[in-house]
């Protein structure tokens, strides 16, 4: 003889089909969002090179070029560069530019192929805008000097192994202001960087009265670092790095360079 189903028992099976469909459903759309979510890169002011004001963000222009070959949007958040780095190590933000990989750094991050070559430098006032004669061969040859730094920049052990005098503040715009008012007598930067902020804080002819000491603090590059516990960190920064020397090979990477006005004459761009 035939059985035929209890039809209360066929009832609650559909809806248990209906209810497994929908998680499904659910569970795939938020995999699609999380994949389609932007990669967070924490930065700060630093024109031409990071800027809110795109026209002076070499790197939001990059960047942007390097999610596109990627195949994963890159996103730009703005913080303060100390933030910025603990941003990172918690993982709240996949990465963080521009930073020089430290010895201490290392243990903790992983950083891309060089983003940009540069060179710092020391920048100093005078008031006779005649340049003054301030020779150094290692750093303790500054230690009679008021330096003006920024907090959490690579160069603070070194100063601090120098036992030089710093006075440290948020942002290198407060320098420049603080070399002119005579309240410190260097600051380092990195000489794009410098000039850019001297003439649009103080104008051409007082930008006249601004130099730089002949000798560099580091000549070198700047990077993205992100955290080594990151999910699949050396897969993701592999791609990024891929994707980063597409864009020099093709000459996108220096079109962008060129419409920031920023050269690189001191690495190689595929060092």
Same mark, same amino acid.
């Given at each position: 003889?035939?059985?035929?189903?209890?039809?209360?028992?066929?009832?609650?099976?559909?809806?248990?089909?209906?209810?497994?469909?929908?998680?499904? $459903?659910?569970?795939?759309?938020?995999? @699609?969002?999380?994949?389609?979510?932007?990669?967070? #890169?924490? $930065?700060?002011?630093?024109?031409?090179?990071?800027?809110?004001?795109?026209?002076?963000?070499? /790197?939001?222009?990059?960047?942007?070029?390097?999610?596109?070959?990627?195949? @994963?949007?890159?996103?730009?958040?703005?913080?303060?560069?100390?933030?910025?780095?603990?941003?990172?190590?918690?993982?709240?933000?996949?990465?963080?530019?521009?930073?020089?990989?430290?010895?201490?750094?290392?243990?903790?991050? /992983?950083?891309?192929?060089?983003?940009?070559?540069?060179?710092?430098?020391?920048?100093?006032?005078?008031?006779?805008?005649?340049?003054?004669? #301030?020779?150094?061969?290692?750093?303790?040859?500054?230690?009679?000097?008021? #330096?003006?730094?920024?907090?959490?920049?690579?160069? @603070?052990?070194?100063?601090?192994?120098?036992?030089?005098?710093?006075?440290?503040?948020?942002?290198?715009?407060?320098? &420049?202001?603080?070399?002119?008012?005579?309240?410190?007598? /260097?600051?380092?930067?990195?000489?794009?960087?410098?000039?850019?902020?001297?003439?649009?804080? &103080?104008?051409?002819?007082?930008?006249?009265? &601004? &130099?730089?000491?002949?000798?560099?603090?580091?000549?070198?590059?700047?990077?993205?670092?992100?955290?080594?516990?990151?999910?699949?960190? @050396?897969?993701?920064?592999?791609?990024?790095?891929?994707?980063?020397?597409?864009?020099?090979?093709?000459?996108?990477?220096?079109?962008?360079?060129?419409?920031?006005?920023?050269?690189?004459?001191?690495?190689?761009?595929?060092?």
């Amino acid at each position: 003889m035939s059985f035929i189903p209890y039809q209360g028992a066929v009832m609650a099976r559909s809806r248990m089909k209906h209810r497994i469909a929908a998680v499904l $459903t659910w569970l795939m759309l938020v995999s @699609e969002a999380l994949q389609a979510a932007p990669l967070l #890169i924490a $930065t700060d002011e630093l024109p031409p090179y990071t800027s809110r004001n795109q026209a002076d963000s070499f /790197l939001t222009d990059l960047l942007a070029a390097v999610g596109e070959q990627m195949g @994963e949007p890159l996103t730009m958040t703005f913080m303060p560069w100390k933030r910025a780095e603990s941003s990172v190590e918690d993982q709240s933000v996949w990465a963080a530019v521009p930073y020089v990989p430290t010895e201490e750094r290392k243990k903790k991050f /992983l950083f891309s192929d060089p983003l940009y070559s540069k060179q710092t430098k020391f920048f100093y006032y005078s008031a006779s805008c005649k340049p003054i004669d #301030i020779q150094f061969e290692v750093l303790k040859d500054l230690r009679i000097f008021r #330096i003006g730094a920024v907090r959490g920049y690579y160069y @603070e052990q070194m100063f601090n192994d120098a036992k030089l005098y710093v006075e440290y503040v948020n942002g290198e715009v407060q320098n &420049f202001h603080k070399l002119r008012e005579g309240r410190i007598d /260097l600051t380092p930067a990195v000489e794009p960087v410098g000039w850019y902020l001297i003439r649009k804080e &103080f104008g051409a002819e007082q930008a006249k009265c &601004f &130099f730089t000491l002949q000798m560099p603090l580091q000549t070198g590059a700047n990077y993205l670092m992100m955290s080594r516990n990151w999910p699949d960190a @050396e897969q993701v920064l592999a791609r990024f790095n891929e994707a980063l020397r597409a864009l020099k090979a093709n000459g996108t990477y220096q079109r962008i360079a060129e419409q920031h006005g920023i050269i690189m004459p001191y690495i190689a761009l595929q060092d």
